[in-house]
């Protein structure tokens, strides 16, 4: 009994022969009357790959030889319409025996073919039931972590809660929120605050978890239209298990909105790529919101644009690369005009979050080591995937794949969407920090992931040949995102025991100098005599001197407790650590200051005690 | 064709998959111990966690306004069987037990707690034998110092600590003839600020000189360490059977001294009525020059019979009358508020 070599393509079904080196797919040709498309067979592109009928489409054949007549009116049709615009196959090569029929969905009124490999209902149940646990999955790694309010969050959302106050009743802010969140301070502090006031920090953390939700889902949705379910539902595995993700979902910052607006609008421009009319505009104004949303944004919309181009390439042929420069034109306008608008101080804050170095930052070995660590995999599956992609559009040689176009194309999609995962890293080494890099990562593995879903299909390989090894990488991709996160989200000490200490010592105008200000802030609003301005944080502070002397620093605190400025004073020794030890000396010899207590703070990376001093 | 062997390993793989991931979510989480004040937030305030302890909140007790301190060191003490004899006789359980502790013995966590739970703080004369404050100062007790510290931080318990009492007489060696002013500052500011690192805030701190009457060449300021180091001043001085005979002149001048440095409450740290004509008067004396005065937390009672002098209340049943009526009539604080 001979054996078939496994790497061997299956033979040839009766009906669906393997022709010699055809064409690549040029042109969907919608036929108006009896909604089907012709895919014709063109031999022009040798680098192009071989087109196989779709064995697993129910029903291909009987369809194509019903509606024989039909197809070769439309085609002549559409020939006579789009002659100009690429090449259309010779009539008598619709006429041909091998010539590949698909019954797709008629798009919208004028907008063309919607798919070019329309799913069996099977397949489409089977895949939303996948994904909708994959989201399961996503939720329970998000939900499981448990910590007190970060001090990004908590800054957020008391800020969201000021920012509210001074729209409705004009109140006033503290401090210009403009000149340094990373973000539109009136978008999604404005959002998480309201969130908070129905639920608390576990409602404002919600709201990202549904964004990080959404993310995903559009992820899938984006990847299936690229390449099909599988890779679609293998990039939202990956994707969902990583520490960024987990992570977005779980924090109260403007990072998990503004990724899921930015993959609204990746999924429009893909979404709307076969499409004739401009509707991939409509991703445009969406693109600018994740960008106001959160500056760091602005980085990945470049990559949405170049997505708008390769995703309708196949479809409308070079057109479709003028979309690109289109939306990189549109998107530029419109920032200039938003610029006009709302003032420099947006820019500031913009080209802060965006492209200021940070002296005396991160070591750039610190930064790759951690960006490995947390993307590493997503980003290696990325690169065996563009590679792979490029080499072979598809995985088995029946395999209902998404028009994958020339290999100049493939190439671009694998490296459009895979070296968009490293505009993260960059960027981050640029700016000389590892700040916000375990979050930041999810915006470029959201780009990333789509190649890496492509890379674990072709390793988990044909008829799920090896679906251990994809079984295995999966295991590997969760654990790793489960013990990152949990490391990560218990990076900060719980603040619970904190707060209540500080609360003891509350007084009417009282003033207080706290190590990480914002998140005392946000725990003691609604509390008279803990109002925002009567913090002050360890990271900067100006006074002024009872000779009128304005001055900051170091001097400033040392003057201010002097002055007897501060009631209470709070330091933990951890990220200001040489001022909080020239506090200490400061404190320990000033008789109106006495140690009232000590709060030990334990995380998984650092254990110290936050020492409370009151004014006795 | 699919080769046999691989059927069964991907629901093997599977299901190890399963069982990682399920441990992954409840192993690899270490914050399940550190609170769950993120999930529960619809109030403001974060949740306490069951193991957060906050620190013992030691106002009240610096400069207390709600009544008077009654203390004792009794012989034997800890242990609450002298103490229990000692408050059959005065009428009052006293709310501080006192204990000379030699340095170099550790920090005595159930006598602590033992007090604490009879309602009563323990307070500490910790007396630096075998070592000077010298060798203090220069670091050499930093591992025993820091040990005690920590004990004490870890217990959250409040302690009245006073070091090296009666530095100014010169009848320890740590008094005025082997240990100069410097010195004694210098190893006073030196304990204080490693207690402070080990974030040992439950401790008042004690600083006890002798009454000046013995001693009048001695000036106290030198041996100061600061308002910063010290929350109560600390004073010694007994009732003999020839002397002064009231709180004034007994404790008055060594007030007026203390005064011209400091504005800290005083505590009678350690006194006694000796056996004799005026015992009874100078009981009484004492007791309502603490009433009387506002800056004067209490007094506590030397309870012990030493060196042939009998200064217990237990053994002279008309003191121990005479105290249980003074001391009725002396508001004293509620440790428990």
New interface residues.
């Given amino acids: 009994m001979s054996?078939?070599p496994q790497n061997s393509p299956p033979p040839a079904r009766p009906g669906t022969a393997r022709r010699g080196a055809p064409g690549p797919y040029k042109r969907p040709v919608q036929s108006p009357d009896a909604e089907t498309v012709m895919l014709a067979k063109y031999t022009a592109d040798p680098d192009a790959e071989p087109e196989v009928p779709d064995a697993e489409q129910p029903g291909a054949e009987k369809l194509r030889l019903e509606h024989q007549a039909a197809e070769l009116s439309a085609a002549k049709r559409f020939s006579v319409r789009n002659r100009r615009e690429t090449d259309i196959p010779a009539e008598d090569e619709f006429a041909e025996p091998s010539t590949r029929v698909l019954v797709l969905p008629r798009g919208k009124r004028g907008a063309g073919p919607e798919l070019f490999s329309a799913p069996s209902a099977r397949r489409t149940w089977v895949s939303r039931a996948c994904i909708g646990a994959i989201l399961c999955v996503q939720a329970?790694?998000s939900l499981?972590?448990?910590?007190?309010?970060y001090g990004d969050e908590a800054l957020n959302l008391y800020a969201g809660h000021l920012e509210t106050l001074h729209q409705l009743h004009g109140a006033s802010l503290q401090g210009n929120y403009a000149t340094y969140f990373p973000g539109v301070p009136v978008l999604y502090p404005v959002l998480a605050a309201a969130a908070n006031s129905v639920?608390?920090?576990?409602a404002a953390?919600a709201v990202s978890l549904l964004a990080m939700l959404i993310t995903t889902a559009l992820l899938y949705g984006m990847t299936r239209l690229l390449f099909n379910e599988r890779v679609g539902l293998c990039a939202a595995a990956l994707f969902c298990v990583t520490e960024a993700t987990i992570l977005a979902g779980h924090l109260a910052t403007n990072d998990a909105v503004s990724l899921c607006l930015l993959a609204f609008a990746s999924w429009v421009v893909v979404r709307t790529g076969p499409w004739h009319w401009r509707a991939y505009l409509l991703a445009m104004p969406v693109a600018c919101l994740a960008a106001a949303t959160d500056y760091w944004a602005l980085l990945y919309l470049p990559a949405v644009a170049a997505l708008a181009g390769i995703a309708g390439h196949p479809y409308i042929g070079r057109p479709a690369l003028a979309r690109a420069l289109v939306m990189g034109g549109v998107m530029v306008e419109l920032f200039a005009v938003g610029v006009l608008i709302v003032g420099r101080d947006y820019v500031t804050a913009a080209v802060s979050a965006t492209a200021s170095r940070s002296p005396g930052g991160s070591q750039a070995l610190t930064i790759l080591t951690e960006a490995g660590k947390w993307g590493g995999l997503i980003v290696a599956l990325a690169v065996l995937g563009t590679i792979r992609y490029a080499a072979q559009a598809r995985n088995e040689p029946n395999e209902r794949v998404a028009l994958p176009g020339s290999r100049h194309r493939r190439i671009a999609v694998g490296v459009v969407l895979t070296g968009t995962a490293v505009v993260t890293l960059l960027d981050q080494l640029y700016l000389n920090t590892d700040v916000s890099l375990d979050t930041h990562l999810a915006f470029g593995l959201f780009f990333a992931a789509p190649m890496a879903g492509v890379g674990l299909a072709r390793l988990v390989g044909d008829?799920?040949?090896r679906?251990?090894i994809g079984?295995?990488v999966?295991?590997v991709a969760?654990?790793l995102g489960?013990?990152q996160s949990?490391?990560l989200?218990?990076s900060w000490?719980?603040?619970?025991?904190l707060?209540?200490?500080l609360?003891?010592y509350l007084g009417p105008g009282d003033r207080y100098l706290v190590e990480n200000d914002n998140v005392a802030i946000?725990?003691?609003?609604?509390?008279r005599d803990a109002q925002p301005d009567q913090f002050t944080s360890t990271y900067f502070m100006a006074y002024r001197t009872s000779k009128g002397q304005l001055i900051t620093g170091t001097p400033a605190y040392l003057a201010a407790l002097q002055a007897g400025y501060f009631h209470v004073v709070i330091y933990d020794s951890s990220v200001t650590a040489p001022l909080d030890k020239t506090l200490?000396a400061a404190l320990?010899?000033?008789?109106r200051?006495?140690?009232?207590?000590?709060?030990?703070e334990?995380?998984?990376d650092f254990r110290t005690?936050c020492?409370?001093w009151?004014r006795? | 064709?699919?080769p046999a062997s691989?059927v069964p390993?991907?629901p093997v793989?599977?299901a190890?998959?399963v069982i990682?991931?399920l441990g992954?979510?409840g192993v690899?989480?270490?914050?399940?111990s550190?609170?769950?004040?993120?999930?529960?937030?619809?109030?403001?305030?974060?949740?306490?966690?069951p193991s957060?302890?906050?620190?013992?909140?030691?106002?009240g007790l610096?400069d207390p306004t709600g009544g008077k301190f009654f203390g004792v060191e009794a012989q034997d003490a800890p242990a609450l069987a002298p103490v229990n004899a000692f408050a059959a006789s005065a009428g009052r359980k006293p709310d501080i037990i006192g204990q000379y502790v030699a340095w170099g013995t550790s920090f005595d966590t159930q006598a602590v707690t033992a007090a604490w739970s009879y309602g009563a703080m323990y307070y500490i004369a910790w007396e630096p034998y075998d070592t000077t404050a010298a060798a203090i100062a220069g670091g050499q007790s930093d591992r025993y110092i820091t040990k005690f510290a920590d004990a004490v931080?870890t217990l959250n318990l409040p302690v009245a600590i006073s070091f090296g009492h009666e530095m100014n007489g010169n009848w320890y060696p740590w008094g005025t003839d082997q240990t100069s002013a410097s010195s004694f500052v210098a190893a006073w500011r030196h304990i204080?600020?490693l207690f402070?690192q080990a974030?040992?805030?439950?401790v008042i701190w004690v600083w006890n000189p002798n009454i000046i009457n013995p001693v009048p060449q001695v000036q106290l300021e030198p041996y100061w360490p600061?308002?910063?180091y010290v929350?109560w001043v600390g004073i010694t001085g007994y009732f003999p059977t020839s002397g002064p005979e009231t709180f004034a002149t007994l404790y008055g001048p060594t007030l007026t001294e203390i005064r011209q440095f400091t504005t800290k409450p005083v505590i009678i740290a350690e006194t006694s009525v000796e056996t004799g004509p005026s015992d009874i008067q100078a009981l009484h004396s004492l007791v309502v020059g603490v009433k009387r005065r506002p800056g004067v937390l209490g007094f506590i009672w030397f309870d012990f019979n030493k060196d042939g002098v009998d200064w217990q209340i237990e053994s002279r049943p008309t003191v121990g009358d005479a105290m249980a009526a003074d001391i009725s009539r002396l508001p004293l604080i509620n440790l428990k508020k």
């Fill in positions: 054996k078939r329970v790694l499981r972590l448990q910590n007190t309010a639920g608390g920090l576990a953390r008829h799920f040949r679906a251990q079984i295995v999966w295991a969760l654990i489960l013990a949990s490391q989200f218990g000490p719980n603040s619970s025991t707060v209540m200490e609360s003891r946000y725990y003691l609003m609604g509390n200490a320990e010899s000033d008789p200051y006495r140690l009232a207590g000590t709060v030990p334990n995380a998984p005690t020492y409370v009151i006795t | 064709m699919r691989r390993l991907v793989l599977a190890a998959l990682i991931a992954g979510c690899v989480s270490p914050h399940q550190v609170g769950n004040a993120g999930s529960s937030t619809h109030s403001s305030a974060p949740s306490p966690t957060a302890t906050l620190p013992y909140n030691m106002s610096l931080r204080h600020n402070i974030g040992a805030s439950n600061g308002d910063a929350d």
